[in-house]
């Protein structure tokens, strides 16, 4: 249960970005998408394991998952209106906090 806490913290801290968008533009996600590829990139190519991180990627193999949310963070912000990439982002964020809150409540996976 203390994975699942540190994922919904980090599903909140996507609300930090999206706000801190609104005073910095887009240089911000879109430097950290930059700064988890190259982390993804080290990981996956040279057997780099960041200390904290690594105990909660769920799949070694394949990106993490921070990285492709960022992606789809500035592709919405560089795509559409500010205020449309908002609700986007927004639905994504909770509808997924949600998503993860109700299905480790459920305690029941499905295959």
Not at 7 to 29: N, T
Not at 30 to 43: E, G, K, S
Not at 57 to 68: A, C, G, N, Q, S
């Amino acid at each position: 249960m203390k994975k699942e806490g540190f994922r919904h913290i980090m599903q909140l801290a996507w609300l930090i970005v999206l706000i801190l968008f609104f005073y910095w533009g887009i240089w911000l996600p879109f430097v950290l998408l930059i700064i988890f590829l190259i982390m993804d990139i080290a990981r996956l190519s040279y057997g780099v394991k960041f200390p904290y991180i690594h105990k909660y990627i769920r799949h070694k193999h394949d990106l993490f998952t921070p990285t492709y949310t960022m992606l789809g963070m500035v592709l919405a912000l560089a795509v559409f209106d500010k205020s449309i990439a908002a609700i986007a982002i927004l639905m994504m964020i909770f509808g997924d906090l949600a998503a993860n809150f109700f299905g480790v409540s459920a305690k029941r996976r499905l295959p």
